[in-house]
C-alpha cells in the first residue's frame, strides 16, 4: 500500500493554515496538548470507520481492521492502515498483504508449484491462490473508501480542537 493515502493542502482551506501556523506559535505543552485531544477523538472515528468498510472477510479484518490507527504532528495527520510489520499466524505481515487485501487481486491467476508425495514422487500442483481476494478495484475496498469519508472530519476536528484549546489557555492566563 502507498505510504501516503490521500493528500490534502492546507492552503486550500484558510482554517487549516491558520491551525498549522498557529500550532508553530504555541507552547510545547499546548502543541501537545492539542495534538493528544485530536488524536483521542479521532483514533475512535478512524477505526470504527475503517471496520464500516470492511468486506468481512476475516483476513481483511486482520490486515486492514486491527492495523489502522492515526498520527499526528503539528504539520499533518496521517491516516495508517496495514502497516504493521508484525507477523501473524501464519508468517506474513499485514504491511505484504495490505495492497492485495485494499485493491483487490487477479482472480484467476493460477500459481503453481512443485510437491513431493508420501511415496517420494514429485508432482506439480496447480492452484488458484488469491481466489479468496475481493476483485481489482482501482479506488480501493476499504481504506481509500473510509479515507475520503474521514479526511474533512478530522480536519475539522483539528481546527475545532485548536481554536478551543487556544481559547482555554488564552482564557486562564486572563484570569
Given at each position: 500500500?502507498?505510504t501516503?493515502?490521500?493528500?490534502?493542502?492546507?492552503?486550500?482551506?484558510?482554517?487549516?493554515?491558520?491551525?498549522?501556523k498557529?500550532?508553530?506559535?504555541?507552547?510545547?505543552?499546548?502543541?501537545?496538548?492539542?495534538?493528544?485531544?485530536?488524536?483521542?477523538?479521532?483514533?475512535?472515528?478512524?477505526?470504527?470507520?475503517?471496520?464500516?468498510?470492511?468486506?468481512?472477510d476475516?483476513?481483511?479484518?486482520?490486515?486492514?481492521?486491527?492495523?489502522?490507527k492515526?498520527?499526528?504532528?503539528n504539520?499533518?495527520?496521517?491516516?495508517?492502515?496495514?502497516?504493521?510489520?508484525?507477523?501473524?499466524?501464519?508468517?506474513?505481515?499485514?504491511?505484504?498483504?495490505?495492497?492485495?487485501?485494499?485493491f483487490?487481486a487477479?482472480?484467476?491467476r493460477?500459481?503453481?508449484?512443485?510437491?513431493?508425495?508420501?511415496?517420494?514422487?514429485?508432482?506439480?500442483i496447480?492452484?488458484?491462490?488469491?481466489h479468496?481476494?475481493?476483485?481489482?478495484?482501482?479506488?480501493g475496498?476499504?481504506v481509500?473508501?473510509?479515507?475520503?469519508e474521514?479526511?474533512?472530519?478530522?480536519?475539522?476536528?483539528?481546527?475545532?480542537?485548536?481554536?478551543?484549546t487556544?481559547?482555554?489557555?488564552?482564557?486562564?492566563?486572563?484570569?
Amino acid at each position: 500500500m502507498p505510504t501516503s493515502l490521500l493528500s490534502v493542502s492546507t492552503k486550500t482551506s484558510e482554517a487549516l493554515d491558520a491551525t498549522v501556523k498557529g500550532l508553530q506559535l504555541l507552547d510545547k505543552n499546548v502543541q501537545t496538548q492539542i495534538r493528544q485531544e485530536t488524536k483521542l477523538l479521532g483514533q475512535e472515528e478512524w477505526t470504527g470507520l475503517v471496520a464500516r468498510h470492511l468486506a468481512g472477510d476475516s483476513l481483511q479484518s486482520t490486515v486492514l481492521g486491527e492495523t489502522s490507527k492515526l498520527q499526528f504532528s503539528n504539520q499533518n495527520v496521517m491516516l495508517q492502515s496495514g502497516a504493521s510489520t508484525r507477523r501473524m499466524t501464519g508468517g506474513a505481515t499485514p504491511a505484504e498483504l495490505a495492497r492485495q487485501e485494499e485493491f483487490g487481486a487477479n482472480r484467476n491467476r493460477l500459481t503453481a508449484y512443485r510437491r513431493r508425495t508420501r511415496k517420494g514422487k514429485t508432482q506439480q500442483i496447480i492452484r488458484h491462490t488469491t481466489h479468496p481476494l475481493m476483485p481489482i478495484r482501482r479506488n480501493g475496498w476499504t481504506v481509500y473508501p473510509a479515507a475520503a469519508e474521514f479526511i474533512p472530519r478530522i480536519a475539522s476536528l483539528w481546527v475545532q480542537t485548536f481554536m478551543r484549546t487556544v481559547y482555554e489557555a488564552f482564557e486562564g492566563k486572563s484570569n
